[in-house]
C-alpha cells in the first residue's frame, strides 16, 4: 500500500483486521492506477472503491460462497485427474472426471490449484461469487529448459521432458507393480535401457555400466550410500524425496561425474501452511513423516523409518536375507560351526526446512543420516573349548545442505548452495577356527560449494554460468589381527569447476542448448574439457526429435578386492583417482531420439552410441580368472531404447524394448573384446494399470536375456592348479522372467485424512531366474558351478495413514 501510496500520489483506506491475512504481489511500475487496482482485484477478491482521485477504500467482497466446486481441465480441454486444490486447512485431488468440491470456507482463504507440469492457478475465495462449477483451465509451465513433451509416462507422476530427461513427482505418482510406493531407486528401474543385474538398488546398470558410474544426490548432496535391508529398497525415505530426475545422456553443464548417467533427488522448495502428516507400515519397517507450518514463511519436514525384524521376522525378510547371502560364510558354515545366529537394522531419518522470508528470496536446508548394521555371532569349538566370536558390518551416510535462491529481478537469479557429506563402511570378520579377525574400513567426507547465475530474455533464452569448488577425501584400511597384514591409502583430490550453458529458441519448433565445463584437479594436476549438447526439433503437431550429446569425467570409483569383504553384504568400496594407477574415468555419448505423443498414445524411441575410457577391472565385479585382477580397460556400449504407452482415465498400459551390445576392451586381460558383465542383450517390460474410484491394480512383466558368464574348458578344467576357463564371457545364463503386482485401496477417513491399504508381489509366479553362475574349487580340486538365483516370490503388504 505504501509503495502505491507513493507512486500513484494516492491514500487508501481500510480496517487492518479486514486484509492483514492477504498476500499480494506489488504491480508492475508500468500500469496505470486503475490497472494496478484491477490487478488487486483479480489478487485478492477485495473490494476497492475511488471515491475520488486521491482516496480509495478497500473492504471485503460481499460475495461469500460457502462451497465451491468445480473442473480442472488443461490447455486442451481434457480433465486433469489427480491435481492438488488447496485452502489453507483443507487439501484435496479431483477425480477422474477433473472434478473436485470443498466446503465450509473461510472468506479469507486462497483457492490454490497445482498439477506437475502447469502454472499454478490461485483465487481468493471472496472473488469466486457464483454457487455453480466452474471450469478451471491450467496452463503448461514454458520456463527455458522445462519444457513438457510427454506426460503421466508409464504411471501418473513419471514424466518425459523435453532435454530427455525423465522425471518422477513422488505426490502425483500412481502404482507400478511390485512396489508399495515411489522408491525412487527401483521407479527408475522400469525405464528402458536401465537394468539391475541382481535385482538390487546398488546394483543400478545404465546402458552398460557399473552402479558406480550413476551419480546420485539428495538436494545436492552426492550419496555414496544407495541401498537399505540388503540393497533392496532405496536408502532415500519417499516421504523425502518429491522430484526424481533421471538423465541419462546430455547431462547439464552444472554437473560432473555420473559417466553412465546421473539421478537427483530433491524434496521441493514448498512453505506449506498446512500441518500434515503421514505413519506407515510393511512387513520390514515402520515409517512416519510429518509437515509441521512454522509460520506463514517457513515449514519443516521431518520423516524417518525403521526395520523391525528384530522384534518381527516375516516371510519377506527372510526371502530378502535368504537371497542376499546366497553362497557366504553367513549361511554355508564350517562344519565346526555347532551354533550361528544373525542381527540386522537399519534406519534413516531426515529433515528439510524451506523459508521464504519474502517474495524475492528462499532458504532450504536438512540433513539426512542413513544407517545400516548387520551382525553374525558364531559359536565353535576349538581345541575341545568352546568359543564365540561376532563378525559384523556396518554402513553409515550422514549429510547436509543448506541452498539460498535470490531473484533479483524477474529475469536475473542467483543460487548459493553448499553441502557436507561423511561416509562410512566398516567390516570385522572373525575366522574363529584360524582365531583371526579381518578389519576393514572405507572412509569418505566430501565438502563442496557452489554459485551460479541465470538471466532470462523471455522464453526464448537463458544464459547461467556457474562456480563449483568440491574437496574430496577417501581413506581405505585393511588390519589383520592374530597375523601382521595392515594396508592403508589415505587420498584426496581438490576440484575447480567454471561452467555455463545456453538454452535458445533459434527456429520454430526448435531449440539449442549447448554448455561446457571447465574442471581442474589440484591432485592429480589435470585440466578437463567436457562440452554438452541439447537439440530439439519438432515435427508436425505430434512428433519431436532430440539430439544429445555429452563428454564427462568422474574422479571416485568403487573396486570390489575379494568378493567376501564385509561378509559379502557391501563388498565395494570407494577409491579417488590416482593416475596412472587409478585412472580417471572419460566418457563420451551420443543419442537421437524421437517422440510421438496423440491422445492417449505416446512412443519414444532413442538409439546411443557410449564409450568410457579408463575403467579399473576390480570395478567390474569378475567372478572368473580374472576376479581381483588390478588393471585398465574401457568399454563400448550401443543400443536402442523404446516404449508404447497408452493412457485413459481408467486403464494405463505399457510396452517397452531395449537392444544393446556392451563390449570390454583389457589388453592386459584378453587381446580382443569381450561381452561385458552387465551386457543384456535383449530386455522386453510390459504392463497394465487399472484406477477406478479409490482401487489401484497394476500388472508387470520382465523379460531379459541372461547375462554372460565363463565356463571352464570341457575336459579340461584344471591347468597348473588353476581353473582353466574358456573365452571371457562366452556363454551366456538362461533368460530371465518375471511377473510383479501391485493392489491399494484407499478408505476415507472423514474430512482431513485416509488409510491406504495394498499388498506388492514381487516374482508372483515364483520363476527361479539364475542371475549369476562361477567355479570354485572342492575339496577334490575339481572346479564345483556356484550359482545365485534371484529372489523368490515375496509378498509384502502395508498400510498408510495419512492427514
Known amino acids: 500500500m505504501k509503495t502505491l501510496e507513493s507512486r500513484y500520489e494516492c491514500r487508501f483506506s481500510y480496517a487492518d483486521e479486514q486484509i492483514k491475512d492477504f498476500l499480494a504481489v506489488t504491480p508492475s511500475s508500468t500500469l496505470s492506477l486503475e490497472k494496478a487496482i484491477d490487478d488487486l482485484v483479480e489478487q485478492t477478491g477485495l473490494k476497492f472503491q475511488m471515491l475520488d482521485s486521491q482516496i480509495i477504500t478497500i473492504s471485503p467482497s460481499d460475495n461469500r460462497p460457502e462451497d465451491i466446486c468445480g473442473t480442472i481441465l488443461n490447455h486442451e480441454g481434457q480433465p486433469l485427474q489427480g491435481a492438488e486444490v488447496r485452502t489453507r486447512n483443507q487439501r484435496i485431488f479431483t477425480g477422474a472426471e477433473g472434478e473436485f468440491r470443498i466446503s465450509q470456507l473461510n472468506p479469507k482463504d486462497t483457492l490454490t490449484i497445482t498439477y506437475l ?65 515411489a522408491d525412487p531407486l527401483q521407479t527408475v528401474q522400469t525405464l528402458p535401457g536401465i537394468n539391475s543385474t541382481d535385482e538390487t538398488v546398488t546394483n543400478i546398470n545404465i546402458r552398460g555400466g557399473s552402479h558406480d558410474q550413476n551419480y546420485i544426490t539428495w538436494n545436492g548432496i552426492p550419496m555414496y550410500q544407495s541401498g537399505h535391508f540388503f540393497s533392496y529398497i532405496s536408502a532415500f525415505n519417499p516421504d523425502l524425496v518429491k522430484q526424481t530426475t533421471l538423465v541419462k545422456n546430455g547431462t547439464s ?197 557452489k554459485l551460479e547465475g541465470e538471466l532470462k530474455a523471455g522464453s526464448e533464452f537463458l544464459l547461467k554460468i556457474g562456480y563449483e569448488l568440491n574437496h574430496t577425501r577417501v581413506q581405505n584400511t585393511d588390519t589383520l589381527q592374530g597375523g601382521s597384514i595392515s594396508t592403508e591409502v589415505d587420498q584426496e583430490i581438490t576440484r575447480h569447476a567454471i561452467y555455463t550453458e545456453v538454452y535458445r529458441d533459434l527456429w520454430r519448433g526448435g531449440s539449442l542448448s549447448p554448455g561446457i565445463r571447465l574442471n581442474y584437479l589440484k591432485q592429480p594436476e589435470l585440466f578437463l574439457v567436457e562440452p554438452r549438447m541439447n537439440v530439439i526439433q519438432t515435427l508436425g503437431d505430434f512428433g519431436s526429435i532430440n539430439l544429445l550429446a555429452e563428454i564427462k569425467n568422474q574422479v571416485i570409483t568403487q573396486e570390489i578386492d575379494l568378493q567376501t569383504d564385509f561378509l559379502g553384504v557391501e563388498n565395494r568400496r570407494w577409491f579417488l583417482a590416482d593416475e596412472p594407477f587409478r585412472p580417471v574415468l572419460r566418457s563420451r555419448q551420443l543419442s537421437l531420439g524421437y517422440r510421438y505423443k496423440n491422445g492417449p498414445w505416446k512412443f519414444h524411441a532413442e538409439a546411443y552410441l557410449k564409450k568410457v575410457d579408463g575403467i579399473n577391472a576390480r570395478s567390474q565385479g569378475f567372478t572368473n580368472d580374472f576376479e581381483g585382477v588390478n588393471t585398465q580397460g574401457n568399454y563400448y556400449s550401443e543400443g536402442i531404447d523404446m516404449i508404447l504407452n497408452y493412457q485413459s482415465n481408467i486403464v494405463n498400459g505399457w510396452l517397452s524394448y531395449s537392444l544393446s551390445d556392451t563390449q570390454y576392451d583389457f589388453p592386459s586381460l584378453y587381446p580382443e573384446p569381450f561381452p561385458g558383465n552387465f551386457n543384456i542383450t535383449h530386455a522386453f517390460t510390459s504392463g497394465l494399470g487399472y484406477t477406478w474410484n479409490r ?67 514381487w516374482n508372483l509366479f515364483d520363476q527361479e531366474n539364475e542371475i549369476l553362475r562361477y567355479y570354485r574349487f572342492t575339496d577334490i580340486n575339481f572346479p564345483q558351478r556356484v550359482s545365485r538365483f534371484g529372489l523368490e516370490r515375496t509378498i509384502n503388504l502395508f498400510a498408510k495413514f495419512k492427514f
Open 695 to 761: 482401487l489401484s491394480a497394476s500388472l508387470g512383466m520382465n523379460w531379459r536375456s541372461g547375462l554372460p558368464t565363463t565356463l571352464p574348458v570341457q575336459g579340461n578344467e584344471v591347468t597348473d592348479g588353476e581353473i582353466n576357463y574358456e573365452a571371457p564371457n562366452s556363454r551366456t545364463l538362461p533368460y530371465y522372467h518375471r511377473i510383479d503386482a501391485s493392489v491399494n485401496y484407499v478408505v476415507k477417513l472423514g474430512r482431513k485424512g485416509d488409510l491406504r491399504l495394498g499388498a506388492a508381489a
Open 117 to 181: 507440469g502447469y502454472r499454478p492457478l490461485k483465487h481468493p475465495v471472496i472473488s469466486i461469487s457464483t454457487p455453480e462449477c466452474k471450469e478451471y483451465v491450467m496452463e503448461m509451465t514454458t520456463e527455458p529448459l522445462q519444457e513438457i513433451i510427454l506426460y503421466n509416462f508409464l504411471t501418473r507422476g513419471i514424466t518425459l521432458k523435453g532435454n530427455g530427461s525423465l522425471q518422477v513427482d513422488a505426490s502425483q505418482f500412481g502404482i507400478l507393480p511390485g512396489l508399495t510406493e
Open 253 to 449: 553443464a552444472a554437473y560432473t561425474g555420473g559417466v553412465s548417467g546421473s539421478i537427483f533427488m530433491d524434496t521441493g522448495t514448498e512453505t506449506d501452511s498446512l500441518l500434515s502428516g503421514s505413519a506407515g507400515l510393511n512387513l520390514i519397517s515402520a515409517n512416519a513423516a510429518l509437515n509441521i507450518p512454522l509460520g506463514k514463511k517457513a515449514s519443516l519436514k521431518i520423516a524417518g523409518r525403521r526395520s523391525f525384524n528384530d522384534l518381527f521376522r516375516s516371510r519377506a525378510y527372510q526371502n530378502y536375507f535368504n537371497q542376499a547371502f546366497q553362497n557366504t560364510e553367513v549361511v554355508t558354515n564350517s562344519d565346526n560351526i555347532i551354533e550361528a545366529s544373525d542381527s540386522f537394522r537399519f534406519f534413516d531419518l531426515g529433515g528439510v526446512l524451506n523459508f521464504t522470508p519474502g517474495s524475492k528470496d528462499h532458504l532450504k536446508t536438512g540433513f539426512m543420516i542413513m544407517d545400516n548394521n548387520f551382525s553374525f555371532l558364531e559359536n565353535a569349538f576349538v581345541n575341545n573349548v568352546e568359543q564365540s566370536r561376532r563378525s559384523n558390518s556396518s554402513q553409515r551416510n550422514t549429510g547436509g545442505f543448506l541452498n539460498y535462491q535470490r531473484s533479483w529481478n524477474q529475469n536475473l537469479s542467483t543460487n548459493l548452495s553448499t553441502y557436507h557429506v561423511q561416509y562410512t563402511l566398516e567390516g570385522r570378520n572373525a575366522d574363529i577356527l584360524q582365531d583371526q579377525l579381518l578389519i576393514q574400513k572405507n572412509d569418505i567426507s566430501d565438502t563442496g560449494i
